[in-house]
């Protein structure tokens, strides 16, 4: 029975051998893939494509801003902040005076160990909501590869 496993095993590894060493074989090329989740600075594109980490305050689009943002998360799939928001419809008062709100950003995406967020959500207090409509589930940029 030994013999016969012997046999078998030997069998295998000439096949093995033959199939991987010939032309035509199995080759590889390029790095290995990272066992590991990509790790480094996570930034968001703001208007007009302005890389910014963590920012205290920034452009959403060419209509809506942010200001007075405090991070209490920063670099996960998720990233949420707390501050102002104010728009080019509410101005003068909300100038000032803007609408206390929550942004969070979402669909983090890597791109050669630099992280972007994709798109962003704003929740704000006493917004009309047919305004918050402008402010929900929105795109942002990426830069390009």
Known sequence: MKDGVRRAALLCTVLLAAACGADGGVRVEGPAPSASPPRGPVYIIAFPD?????????????????????????????????????????????????????ITLSGLTWRERVGYYTRFTVRADGLPPDRAGELTDRRLPLPES
Do not use: N
């Open 50 to 102: 302005d890389p910014l980490r963590r920012p205290s305050a920034f452009a959403l689009d060419e209509f809506h801003s942010m200001t007075g943002i405090r991070w209490t998360s920063w670099g996960e799939e998720k990233a949420v902040g707390i501050g102002g928001v104010s728009s080019m419809w509410c101005l003068p008062a909300c100038q000032d005076r803007p609408y206390p709100g929550t």
